[in-house]
């Protein structure tokens, strides 16, 4: 082996990476069965604490299209073109 360890030694390891791909890709699964209503960021993956960041942002834009939509009747589509030209901000 290049780095000095046995395949044996190696089966461990690959065992380990194998079963936190299977726990990373399982979160959202597991919190929905727990019952965890409360995210800890800390305990979140990268992908994870990207979409929490930008949770806020897009409650407040869907808060904004619901409101332009309400206001002037406008299809989703044309409220969306609008909110993107900057138009209802």
């Known amino acids: 082996m290049a ?7 190696k089966v461990p390891q690959q065992a380990s990476e194998a079963f936190l791909v299977a726990v990373k890709r399982s979160k959202s699964v597991i ?3 727990v ?7 800390k305990m979140l993956t990268a992908a994870e604490e990207l979409q929490y960041e ?11 299209l619901r409101s332009s939509r309400r206001a002037t009747g406008a299809t989703v589509p044309c409220a969306l073109r609008q909110l993107a ?4 901000a």
Do not use: E, Y
């Open 3 to 9: 780095d000095g360890r046995s395949a044996a030694a």
């Open 31 to 33: 919190r929905k069965a």
């Open 54 to 64: 930008d949770f806020p942002r897009r409650q407040q834009t869907n808060r904004v």
């Open 85 to 88: 030209d900057g138009g209802m």
């Open 35 to 41: 019952g965890a209503r409360v995210l800890d960021p």
